[in-house]
C-alpha cells in the first residue's frame, strides 16, 4: 500500500509512473483473493486513520476518492471485543470512558490504571507533536518539548505494566489487541503501543464496499493517469547500480525498466539485496540488520446456515486468550511449538458491512488469525509435503475445535468453505520475508530513530513501505504519503 500510495499520488500530480508489481494483483496484505465463490482479504481486518483529516482520509481526498471510497465505522462502544478465560471486556473509543469503565469493574486497581492511561495521554500528545523529520534544533529542544518520549523510548510495555503494578489480568486486557503488532508485552515498543491505541481510539474503520474496492480505486488512478503504467506478475530480480545512483531494474522475465526516480516497495533488506553488492555504501547495512515480525496462521471460514451474530460477533472483532499471561501464551506457540490452547483473533467482515461482494447471499465470512513462526513450516514444507499438509490441517482443526467449544457451537456442520494459510503462505504471496506480517519486528530497538529511513545512500532510490514507515494500512499509507510530500516538494 505504500508504494500504491506514492505512485497514486505522484500520477494525480501528472507524474509519470510506473508501478511493477510482482504479485497478480495489487495492495500487498490488503489484496483480495477469490476461493470459489468467496472473497477473502489476504489479511487486513479493520484499519484506523479514516477520519476527516487523518491520513487514509486525506490520501483518498487528494486522489478525489473520499466520496467514493467509504467506511463503516466499527461499534464505538466496544469495536474490540478481548475474551480472557471466559471473561468479557469491551474496548470503545474514548480512552477515559475505557478507563473508567476498568475502574468500575477493577476498583481496587484504580492507581495502576490512571498511571496507565495518563502514560498513554502523556506519549500520545508528544507523538502528535513529533516533526516528519528531527533535525538539529528539534534534538536540542527535545528535552524540553519531548519529555516523555524520551524517557520511554526503550521501554517495553511489560516495563510500564511492572513500574505501575498493574494487575495480570488487567495486563491482558490493556494488551488484548497485541496481535495487532505480533508482540507480547514483554517485547513490544511502549511507543508503538501507545500509537496503536490511540490510532484506533479515534475510530476503527472497514471499507464500505471492502478492501478490494479500496486497493482497486487507488490502483485505478494509476492506470488512469497519463502516460502511467501499473505491470501485474512482473517480478524485479535486481537493481542497477552505477556509483551512488540507481540506473535501472530488470525483471524476472528479461526486461529492464529505467526512471529518473525510483521508490522500492520491497522489504528494504531484499531491496539491497536485488543489488548485488558485497559492500553497501554509508553503514546502510548496520541499518539493515533488523529481526523480522512474527508470521501468522489465519483461516479462512466461508459460512451458511447460521447467523454469527446471535453467538457474539458483530460490527467488532474478538480476540480469545484461553489466559491472562500474554507472554507465556506468544512463548508457547512461537518458542515451543505449543498450539493447544492459542490466543485467536476472530473477525467477521460480512459483519462490518452490508454490501455484497464476499459471499453468496446469505452466508457469512469468519476468519481466524494467530502466531506462529516461519522457521518451523518453512522447514516441513521443504523436506515433508505432506507433513506440512497434516500440520495445517491439525492446527486448522484446534482452532476450529476451540470456536465450536466456546462460541458457535456446531460451526463445522455450516462451513462451505476453509482455506488455511501459513507464514509460508505469507512469504509466498506476498513475498514477506520469513513470512512475517508487520516487517521489522517492533521492538523499541526498531522503533523511532531506530527504524530504517525512507532515503538510501542512492541519490535516486527511496524506501516506502511496512520497515521504512509503520505497518497496517493507515501506517503503509502515511508511508507512501510522506515519501510523495518529499519528491513533489
Same mark, same amino acid.
Given at each position: 500500500?505504500?508504494?500504491?500510495?506514492?505512485?497514486?499520488?505522484?500520477?494525480?500530480?501528472? @507524474?509519470?509512473?510506473?508501478? =511493477?508489481?510482482?504479485?497478480?494483483?495489487?495492495?500487498?496484505?490488503?489484496?483480495?483473493?477469490?476461493?470459489?465463490?468467496?472473497?477473502?482479504?489476504?489479511?487486513?481486518?479493520?484499519?484506523?486513520?479514516?477520519?476527516?483529516?487523518?491520513?487514509?482520509?486525506?490520501?483518498?481526498?487528494?486522489?478525489?476518492?473520499?466520496?467514493?471510497?467509504?467506511?463503516?465505522?466499527?461499534?464505538?462502544?466496544?469495536?474490540?471485543?478481548?475474551?480472557?478465560?471466559?471473561?468479557?471486556?469491551?474496548?470503545?473509543? #474514548?480512552?477515559?470512558?475505557?478507563?473508567?469503565?476498568?475502574?468500575?469493574?477493577?476498583?481496587?486497581?484504580?492507581?495502576?490504571?490512571?498511571?496507565?492511561?495518563? *502514560?498513554?495521554? *502523556?506519549?500520545?500528545?508528544?507523538?502528535?507533536?513529533?516533526?516528519?523529520?528531527?533535525?538539529? $534544533?528539534?534534538?536540542?529542544?527535545?528535552?524540553?518539548?519531548?519529555?516523555?518520549?524520551?524517557?520511554?523510548?526503550?521501554?517495553?510495555?511489560?516495563?510500564?505494566?511492572?513500574?505501575?503494578?498493574?494487575?495480570?489480568?488487567?495486563?491482558?486486557?490493556?494488551?488484548?489487541?497485541?496481535?495487532?503488532?505480533?508482540?507480547?508485552?514483554?517485547?513490544?515498543?511502549?511507543?508503538?503501543?501507545?500509537?496503536?491505541?490511540?490510532?484506533?481510539?479515534?475510530?476503527?474503520?472497514?471499507?464500505?464496499?471492502?478492501?478490494?474496492?479500496?486497493?482497486?480505486?487507488?490502483?485505478?488512478?494509476?492506470?488512469?493517469?497519463?502516460?502511467?503504467?501499473?505491470?501485474?506478475?512482473?517480478?524485479?530480480?535486481?537493481?542497477?547500480?552505477?556509483?551512488?545512483?540507481?540506473?535501472?531494474?530488470?525483471?524476472?522475465?528479461?526486461?529492464?525498466?529505467?526512471?529518473?526516480?525510483?521508490?522500492?516497495?520491497?522489504?528494504? $533488506?531484499?531491496?539491497?539485496?536485488?543489488?548485488?553488492?558485497?559492500?553497501?555504501?554509508?553503514?546502510?547495512?548496520?541499518?539493515?540488520?533488523?529481526?523480522?515480525?512474527?508470521?501468522?496462521?489465519?483461516?479462512?471460514?466461508? =459460512?451458511? #446456515?447460521?447467523?454469527? $451474530?446471535?453467538?457474539?460477533?458483530?460490527?467488532?472483532?474478538?480476540?480469545?486468550?484461553?489466559?491472562?499471561?500474554?507472554?507465556?501464551?506468544?512463548?508457547?506457540?512461537?518458542?515451543?511449538?505449543?498450539?493447544?490452547?492459542?490466543?485467536?483473533?476472530?473477525?467477521?467482515?460480512?459483519?462490518?458491512?452490508?454490501?455484497?461482494?464476499?459471499?453468496?447471499?446469505?452466508?457469512?465470512?469468519?476468519?481466524?488469525?494467530?502466531?506462529?513462526?516461519?522457521?518451523?513450516?518453512?522447514?516441513? @514444507?521443504?523436506?515433508?509435503?505432506?507433513?506440512?499438509?497434516?500440520?495445517?490441517?491439525?492446527?486448522?482443526?484446534?482452532?476450529?475445535?476451540?470456536?465450536?467449544?466456546?462460541?458457535?457451537?456446531?460451526?463445522?456442520?455450516?462451513?462451505?468453505?476453509?482455506?488455511?494459510?501459513?507464514?509460508?503462505?505469507?512469504?509466498?504471496?506476498?513475498?514477506?520475508?520469513? #513470512?512475517?506480517?508487520?516487517?521489522?519486528?517492533?521492538?523499541?530497538?526498531?522503533?523511532?530513530?531506530?527504524?530504517?529511513?525512507?532515503?538510501?545512500?542512492?541519490?535516486?532510490?527511496?524506501?516506502?513501505?511496512?520497515?521504512?514507515?509503520?505497518?497496517?494500512?493507515?501506517?503503509?499509507? $502515511?508511508?507512501?504519503?510522506?515519501?510523495?510530500?518529499?519528491?513533489?516538494?
Amino acid at each position: 500500500m505504500a508504494g500504491l500510495t506514492v505512485a497514486a499520488l505522484l500520477a494525480a500530480d501528472g @507524474r509519470r509512473v510506473l508501478v =511493477v508489481e510482482a504479485h497478480d494483483t495489487p495492495g500487498g496484505y490488503a489484496h483480495t483473493f477469490a476461493m470459489g465463490a468467496y472473497r477473502f482479504c489476504a489479511q487486513v481486518h479493520y484499519i484506523f486513520g479514516c477520519g476527516e483529516g487523518e491520513t487514509v482520509h486525506e490520501v483518498l481526498r487528494r486522489l478525489d476518492l473520499a466520496d467514493s471510497v467509504r467506511f463503516h465505522r466499527l461499534d464505538p462502544e466496544g469495536f474490540d471485543h478481548v475474551v480472557i478465560g471466559g471473561e468479557r471486556f469491551r474496548i470503545p473509543n #474514548g480512552l477515559e470512558k475505557f478507563r473508567d469503565r476498568l475502574i468500575r469493574r477493577f476498583p481496587d486497581a484504580v492507581t495502576p490504571l490512571r498511571g496507565y492511561f495518563d *502514560a498513554v495521554a *502523556a506519549i500520545g500528545r508528544e507523538l502528535d507533536r513529533l516533526p516528519p523529520r528531527l533535525g538539529w $534544533r528539534e534534538l536540542m529542544t527535545a528535552p524540553l518539548r519531548l519529555p516523555h518520549l524520551l524517557r520511554y523510548r526503550t521501554w517495553t510495555l511489560q516495563r510500564l505494566y511492572d513500574h505501575l503494578r498493574m494487575p495480570q489480568r488487567l495486563q491482558a486486557v490493556l494488551a488484548g489487541q497485541a496481535g495487532d503488532y505480533l508482540l507480547p508485552p514483554a517485547e513490544v515498543s511502549l511507543l508503538l503501543h501507545v500509537a496503536l491505541v490511540r490510532g484506533y481510539d479515534r475510530g476503527a474503520y472497514y471499507p464500505e464496499r471492502h478492501f478490494q474496492h479500496l486497493v482497486g480505486s487507488i490502483a485505478d488512478r494509476v492506470r488512469g493517469g497519463a502516460g502511467c503504467q501499473l505491470l501485474l506478475s512482473t517480478p524485479i530480480e535486481r537493481i542497477m547500480v552505477d556509483g551512488d545512483r540507481v540506473v535501472g531494474v530488470r525483471a524476472h522475465d528479461g526486461r529492464t525498466f529505467t526512471a529518473s526516480r525510483y521508490v522500492s516497495n520491497v522489504d528494504p $533488506r531484499r531491496t539491497a539485496a536485488m543489488m548485488n553488492r558485497h559492500r553497501l555504501p554509508g553503514g546502510w547495512g548496520r541499518r539493515l540488520q533488523y529481526a523480522y515480525s512474527s508470521g501468522n496462521l489465519t483461516l479462512y471460514l466461508g =459460512v451458511s #446456515g447460521i447467523d454469527l $451474530r446471535d453467538h457474539g460477533f458483530g460490527s467488532h472483532n474478538v480476540w480469545h486468550y484461553p489466559h491472562d499471561d500474554l507472554n507465556a501464551i506468544y512463548r508457547r506457540q512461537l518458542v515451543d511449538l505449543n498450539f493447544d490452547e492459542p490466543w485467536l483473533f476472530m473477525s467477521t467482515p460480512t459483519l462490518h458491512t452490508d454490501a455484497p461482494g464476499l459471499c453468496p447471499p446469505g452466508h457469512q465470512i469468519l476468519e481466524l488469525a494467530t502466531s506462529a513462526p516461519h522457521a518451523h513450516f518453512r522447514h516441513l @514444507r521443504e523436506t515433508d509435503r505432506r507433513r506440512y499438509n497434516a500440520e495445517k490441517k491439525r492446527l486448522r482443526d484446534r482452532m476450529l475445535a476451540i470456536v465450536e467449544e466456546r462460541y458457535v457451537p456446531g460451526l463445522r456442520g455450516h462451513l462451505e468453505m476453509r482455506v488455511m494459510g501459513t507464514p509460508v503462505t505469507n512469504e509466498r504471496f506476498c513475498a514477506a520475508p520469513e #513470512g512475517n506480517a508487520y516487517g521489522a519486528a517492533l521492538t523499541p530497538a526498531s522503533v523511532g530513530l531506530g527504524r530504517v529511513p525512507a532515503e538510501t545512500p542512492y541519490r535516486n532510490l527511496w524506501l516506502a513501505n511496512a520497515t521504512a514507515g509503520y505497518p497496517s494500512v493507515a501506517g503503509t499509507v $502515511r508511508a507512501g504519503f510522506d515519501l510523495y510530500r518529499k519528491l513533489a516538494g
